[in-house]
C-alpha cells in the first residue's frame, strides 16, 4: 500500500484526498496547521455559498491566468464539481448569476461535515494542529504540540493557501520553507480586492450602485458596486483589481450604462427641474448623485455637456488595493515554473503542490474554488497514474 500526504485541508488538499481516497492502493492522510480543517472555505461562505459556476467550459476557462489551470478546469470541469457533490450528498441549484450553490439552507459546515464524513468512511485521517516544518524525498516533518513528527511517505501532496485572510491560517508563512530548498517564490499581492480611492470622503461610504459599468485600462465590468469609507468594493471591481496591480491610476464609471449619450441628452433636454431632481428622474440612485456630486466642482456641475458627461464618465483616481489581509484572494507563491502541468513539483516525482500556494489568478464566482478542486484533481489523478 502507498501511503500519500496531504499538507493542507483546505479545498484543494481535500479533493485530492477525495480522489486517492477511492482506491484501496492507497493510505491517505491529511494534515493541518489549524485547529480545524478548511477554515478558509468557511468564510467564504459568509458571502453566499457559491462553490463553482455554470459558465460554459471554454469561457470559464478563460477566466484563469495560467494554461496548467486552464488544463486541470478542462479536466475537472464545473459538471464534475455538481457530481462530486451529490455524491456526498450535496444537491446544487444555478442562481440567477450563473454561480452554482448548495440547495437553500444547508450552510458550508453542513457542505464540510458531509465531506469530511465521506472521506473518513474511506480510511482518510486527518491531523489538526500538524504544521510542516521540513520535508526530504520520503519524509516530511511536522511540529506538533511543540514536538517534530517525522512522517514516511511515497507521494506527498502541499496544498497550503495564499496569504489573505490570515484569521483563517492563510499566512503565507509556508513560503520560508520552500525558498530554503531554493525554489522560487513570487511576492505576494492582493487580488479580487476592494480599490482605495484618492482624495476619497469617508463619508460617500455605506451606498450601492445597481447596474453600473465599471472600466479599468480599457477593461470593463457590469454590476453592483459597493461604496466605502475609503473606496470601491464588489464583483465587478474584483475582477479589475489586476488593472491596479498593473499600475492603472484611475477608473471611469457609468452610472446609466444602459442610455447612450445621445438618449442622455434628449431626456435632459426635455426636463424642466433641477439637475439633482433629473438624476432622480432617471433613476440614478442617491448613493450615485451624493457620488456625482462629489466628484464635480460646482463649475462642472452646472455645466450641461460635463454634468451630462460625468453620468457616463465619472472619473476616479486610484490610489491602491486594499492590504493583502483584506482581498478575497491572492496572487503570488510558489512559481508555475517550479509544477509541471500536472503539477508534480519539478526535479521531485514523489511532490505535488496544488490550490492557492501556487501564482496564478482568476476572479470570485466560483472560478477560485473550481481552480482549487481542478488542481488536487490533476495532481490525484497523476499520482494514480504513477
Known sequence: MKHVVIAGGGPAGLMAAHVLSQNDTFRVQVFDANKAIARKFLVAGHGGFNLTNAEATDAFIEKYTHPFIQNAVRHFSNEQTIQWLSEIGVNTFVGSSGKIFPEKGIKPIQVL????????????????????IDFTEGTAVFQHEGKRVAVEYDYLITAFGGASWKKTGSTGEWTELFIRKNREIIPFQASNAGIVLAGWDAGLGGGVLKNTEITIDGAKQF???????YGLEGAPV??????IREGATELVLNLKPVWTPG??????????????????AIKVSKPGVKLIKHVLSKEEFTDDKRFLRAIHHLVLPVEELRPVDEAISTVGGLSMNEVDASFQLINSEKHYCIGEMLDWDAPTGGYLLQACFASGYMAAQSVLKL
Request: without cysteine; charged residues 25%.
Open 113 to 132: 461535515t458531509k465531506w469530511i464524513g465521506y472521506l473518513e468512511k474511506n480510511g482518510v485521517t486527518i491531523h489538526t494542529e500538524h504544521q510542516l
Open 223 to 229: 454590476g453592483e458596486i459597493e461604496l466605502t469609507d
Open 238 to 243: 474584483y475582477a479589475l483589481s489586476k488593472k
Open 263 to 280: 438618449r442622455l441628452a434628449e431626456k435632459y433636454a426635455a426636463f424642466s427641474g433641477s439637475k439633482t431632481d433629473f438624476l432622480s
